[in-house]
């Protein structure tokens, strides 16, 4: 794609920037229906990667060379661009991680860790991947906190009463996802934000499965953290990125030591260094969070709002197809969702669904998608799940649609 | 379909699948075993009855993919009269036809040779060798649960 801003949606023209999509799968073109596991890359972001390895390639922030120089800037480049993408006033307020699970270990192990007394509580919602619930559960061990959890209702949607109820005056944390991965409900973060903090608690918001789809704003949602995973983004593996509020931050102990989360060292006393290097200790993740830059810079040329309206249409247009077909039961029906389409197919376990449709090249998930606790309360061992993406198409959802059929030919 | 997919879903495992035989739990159950998949979620509970050294009654409770199921209720069906070694034998003759490198004994392994298919598709073994591990486990009377990992 050229570096110019969309004016309209053109699915081919995006579609002609990912290589892999061009790709045969079991002698068929792949259908790739599994973004909310990971999101295939265009040609910019692995340019990026070849680019900075082929000639820009040093450690930062200590060499006095040149290309340290370069990688430096480049680095700090990307942590304007992410503070940004998010809506952050001040780049210290982003912090490179490895991906959400590794940003949510890192506030409950610092900043959990550092506050929480024996009785004091956590909320989570009954929707959390295990990504936000056992860091939790950890934290709850080491310092005596309970765990709160607020139930869905049969569309998959919080029942924000029940939250409201849960949340009191020992509530110190409450933590949601903005999407949920198993189902693709949409939380109301600004309301749920907006009680919690009625009750003077802090928000964690794992965003692992909204920044591909929509525009955050983290100051409009009010919540105190917000994560973010590159890989689910279009970038690296490996890379993304924890929104914190400044005062918190600097309040917070550093989660890991070493290198470069320093100001001096000596063994009778180590100064940490400032915000928001305090909490990258070690080299980082270089290359990737370049390649990082480029899928932020990306999605921002393609326009998320367009974006947001292919998916939509992609959501519906699949709800109805697959919803259409005997036997099929969709489950997570909630009146806000992303592009994600869960469901199971009746008499037919989804692992067995999944293979028939990994034979017509569609590639889906099928399990518990790391979010047990959902299918317990559907009732069901596992589900089938196609997640959309910026390059999906309606002619996609018919080809999964036929393959639905095959499933049910083969088990009639 | 493909040539694959019709030896993953033969009719005998697709029949299997649906109507699981022996498909209860066992009061007086002399060995049990609880096996669990954690890829999948998929868990069952395996019953055993042994009458001095023979298996005189063989169940299983849980749900899983028509792979699983009907590998538990091919078990649970071929392991019946059987001695403690022939078991054994069984076992590993089962485990080597789905993960080792040879042609499968199919004069050994009967009407168990329908599960064969699925060793073309490697991410599907786990679901094909769930009951067999935990009849193993049962076996030994040691683990409480065993998994695939």
Redesign the interface.
């Known amino acids: 794609m050229a570096t110019k801003v969309m004016t309209k949606y053109d699915v081919d023209r995006i579609r002609a920037d990912f290589p892999l999509l061009e790709l045969q799968v079991r002698g068929k073109p792949l259908v790739y229906l599994d973004n909310a596991a990971t999101t295939q890359k265009p040609r910019q972001v692995i340019d990026a990667l070849s680019r900075y390895y082929s000639a820009g390639n040093a450690n930062i922030h200590r060499g006095v060379h040149y290309l340290s120089e370069q990688a430096t800037a480049a680095y700090e480049a990307v942590r304007a661009q992410a503070a940004a993408f998010v809506g952050a006033a001040d780049p210290a307020e982003i912090v490179f991680v490895r991906g959400t699970t590794e940003a949510i270990n890192l506030v409950a192990q610092s900043y959990g860790r550092s506050t929480l007394a024996p009785g004091d509580e956590i909320v989570l919602t009954t929707l959390e991947h295990h990504s936000n619930i056992v860091p939790w559960q950890m934290l709850c061990e080491q310092t005596g906190a309970v765990l709160r959890v607020a139930p869905i209702d049969d569309t998959g949607t919080v029942i924000l009463e029940a939250y409201e109820q849960l949340l009191g005056p020992r509530t110190r944390i409450v933590a949601f996802a903005h999407v949920s991965n198993a189902l693709g409900t949409v939380n109301p973060v600004r309301e749920m934000v907006r009680l919690a903090k009625e009750h003077g608690a802090i928000v964690l918001v794992d965003g692992a499965q909204a920044a591909a789809h929509t525009r955050i704003d983290v100051r409009a949602l009010g919540c105190d953290f917000y994560t973010v995973s590159g890989h689910k983004v279009f970038g690296p593996t490996g890379t993304g990125f924890l929104y914190g509020k400044r005062a918190l931050l600097e309040a917070m102990p550093p989660y890991q030591g070493g290198g470069d989360m320093i100001a001096s060292v000596s063994f009778e006393k180590t100064t940490y260094n400032h915000l928001p290097h305090k909490f990258e200790a070690g080299t980082p993740h270089i290359s990737g969070v370049i390649g990082l830059g480029a899928a932020m810079t990306y999605m921002q040329e393609v326009g998320m709002e367009l974006v947001a309206g292919h998916e939509e249409d992609l959501r519906q247009y699949a709800t109805e197809q697959v919803g259409a077909l005997a036997g099929v039961r969709l489950i997570g029906t909630a009146r806000h969702k992303a592009a994600v389409v869960g469901f199971v197919v009746d008499g037919v376990h989804a692992h067995d669904v999944g293979t028939i449709l990994d034979q017509e090249g569609v590639a889906v998930r099928a399990g518990h998608h790391c979010a047990q606790p959902v299918m317990e309360r559907f009732g069901v061992p596992a589900t089938v799940r196609a997640s959309f993406a910026l390059y999906n198409t309606r002619r996609e959802v018919d080809v999964l649609v036929q393959a639905l059929r095959r499933v049910q030919e083969i088990f009639r | 379909?493909?040539a694959?997919?019709r030896d993953?879903?033969q009719e005998m495992v697709?029949d299997h699948g649906?109507h699981p035989r022996n498909l209860r739990s066992m009061d007086n159950a002399t060995a049990q075993s609880v096996g669990f998949n954690p890829?999948?979620?998929?868990k069952l509970t395996l019953f055993l009855r042994y009458e001095n050294d023979r298996l005189v009654d063989a169940s299983f409770q849980g749900?899983?993919?028509?792979?699983s199921?009907a590998s538990a209720s091919l078990l649970t069906e071929t392991v019946q009269g059987k001695t403690r070694r022939e078991v054994e034998e069984l076992i590993a003759t089962f485990l080597e036809m789905l993960t080792g490198s040879g042609a499968a004994d199919a004069e050994k392994l009967g009407k168990l040779m329908v599960l064969e298919g699925v060793r073309e598709?490697p991410?599907?073994v786990k679901?094909a060798t769930l009951s067999w591990r935990t009849l193993e486990a049962a076996m030994r009377g040691g683990a409480k649960e065993v998994t695939t990992e």
């Open positions: 379909m493909s694959d997919l993953l879903y697709l649906r890829l999948c979620g998929d749900s899983g993919c028509a792979i199921t598709f991410v599907r679901c």
